[in-house]
């Protein structure tokens, strides 16, 4: 779809009418069943928008897409006996352009542990991100207001935090955790 400015006087046909209005135009539907049933055939690069999820859809030539997704909360499903105790989780993720990005943070409680490493299930899977893959950073502070920082790994499905390029968070290491301690991931990969 080209661009095209109009003159006083001229005339416009049908097919310009419907490549360079129509077609460039955010059409508005109250659901993806409207919109995909009065769209019979879009064309690359058109956006349309459902108001029942508030979602702006992208025709990528094959599919259409989700170009923007509100934030979500998920609960994290944390591997290796790591747990917060009587503290507290918020994890949430949007996905845009079909890349996922997303926060985890974890304050400890009474009771926590580190168990045998923090890990956690991908809140979407991905069938297109590389495994052993970097997708973000983490942070960690203690009581002592110790901070470290290290990157976040995406391995069969599964988010794992390493405090430095070799040595993975565990029960002992970087230090045993305690009631206030905070952790927090950012990460991102496609889906």
Not at 39 to 63: C, E, K, M, R
Request: aromatic share 16%.
């Amino acid at each position: 779809m080209a661009y095209k400015t109009f003159t006083n006087g001229s005339t416009l046909p049908a097919s310009d009418l419907n490549t360079y209005l129509m077609n460039q135009s955010i059409a508005t539907f109250v659901s993806y069943a409207g919109m995909t049933s009065a769209i019979t055939s879009p064309v690359h690069g058109q956006f349309a928008y459902t108001t029942d999820t508030n979602t702006t859809w992208l025709y990528d030539g094959s599919s259409w897409v989700k170009n923007n997704q509100a934030w979500a909360d998920f609960t994290p499903n944390f591997n290796g006996g790591f747990t917060v105790g009587d503290g507290s989780v918020i994890a949430r993720y949007c996905i845009t352009n079909q890349t996922l990005f997303g926060y985890l943070e974890a304050t400890m409680g009474s009771g926590s542990s580190y168990g045998s490493g923090l890990s956690f299930d991908a809140p979407v899977v991905s069938s297109v991100q590389n495994n052993d893959s970097e997708v973000g950073k983490g942070t960690f502070k203690d009581g002592a207001l110790r901070y470290l920082a290290g990157a976040i790994y995406f391995s069969d499905g599964i988010i794992t935090r390493a405090y430095s390029s070799s040595l993975y968070l565990t029960s002992a290491a970087p230090f045993t955790p305690a009631s206030g301690d905070v952790f927090s991931v950012q990460f991102q990969y496609e889906v």
